[in-house]
């Protein structure tokens, strides 16, 4: 079987930079996590094992206590309560989700309603829709008039584009609505690769890891662990292309490759 390496892979620069924040804060002492730092059991079991305690629920972090923005970001209500009870706050929200932030704020400021495309359910699109007087998340739309709009930063690509041309055609639009420049790098790899099998190394919970095998123009393997990826049955398949979420450890990435190419067992 031809293994062929896809880039980029491996973290993205909001990923690094959002593990590093984590990591000097762990010198420090004790610290919360509000929600997975980014999408990735290995990486979280990794910040739990140096000391991390994750929760979903600010009102479990005590007082006083020091409490890091995942990479997805914060509504504004969030980061009022975690104020109000005095916590510490270590921000690690990825840049090009705060410039989301920004523009949500900017449209909802100059009065239009704000039409967020993403997932209702992910943490990211709760705080993007926190900026906003008047917030939907497509397809939900205000009856008339012009709109603001902007995207989750891990969407299909092309997705976000045609949504926002056929908006075009009935509203008049202000947006910033793209998708960030890791998600798009690796979704066109992946739409360029030629084989006849992709195997994406990444959690199920990571949307850009799971838009990967969306764009993808053959069949997909998903494995976010080396147990899934030993359990894949390869068979019939020739030309395997392989590529990660932004949030996948390269060295597990590595490990993988090389126990495809049979260097290790
Ligand atoms: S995938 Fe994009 S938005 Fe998410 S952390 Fe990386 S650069 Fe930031």
């Keep these: 079987m031809k293994i062929e390496v896809l880039n980029p892979h491996g973290f993205c620069a909001?990923?690094?930079?959002?593990?590093?924040?984590?990591?000097s804060i762990l010198a420090?002492?004790?610290?919360?996590?509000?929600?997975?730092?980014?999408?990735n059991e290995l990486v979280v079991a990794s910040l739990k094992a140096a000391g991390m305690r994750f929760t979903d629920d600010l009102s479990l972090v005590p007082e006083g206590a020091t409490v890091v923005f995942s990479a997805h970001g914060v509504s504004p209500a969030v980061r009022r309560e975690a104020e109000g009870r005095k916590l510490k706050i270590v921000d690690a929200t990825c840049p090009f989700v705060k410039k989301v932030?920004?523009?949500?704020?900017?449209?909802?400021?100059?009065?239009?309603?704000?039409?967020?495309?993403?997932?209702?359910?992910h943490a990211e699109v709760k705080g993007i829709v926190g900026e906003a007087e008047r917030a939907f998340i497509y397809p939900e739309l205000p009856e008339d008039g012009p709109l603001g709009v902007v995207s989750q930063t891990t969407m299909n690509a092309d997705e976000v584009g045609a949504i926002t041309a056929e908006l075009a055609k009935t509203r008049e639009l202000e947006t910033m609505a793209e998708v960030c420049r890791a998600t798009k790098e690796r979704q066109d790899a992946v739409k360029a690769f030629q084989g006849d099998a992709l195997l994406v190394l990444g959690s199920a919970t990571s949307s850009n890891t799971r838009r990967l095998c969306e764009v993808a123009r053959c069949r997909t393997f998903?494995?976010?662990?080396?147990?899934?990826?030993?359990?894949m049955d390869f068979a019939g398949v020739e030309h395997l292309g392989v590529t990660s979420g932004a949030s996948t450890p390269e060295e597990f990435f590595n490990k993988v490759i090389d126990r495809l190419r049979g260097k290790t067992k």
């Design 28 to 39: 420090g002492g004790e610290a919360w996590c509000l929600h997975e730092i980014v999408h």
């Design 101 to 121: 932030h920004t523009a949500a704020r900017a449209f909802s400021d100059k009065g239009l309603p704000v039409v967020v495309i993403g997932k209702r359910d």
């Design 222 to 231: 998903l494995a976010g662990t080396m147990d899934e990826v030993c359990a």
């Design 14 to 23: 909001g990923v690094t930079a959002a593990l590093k924040t984590a990591q």
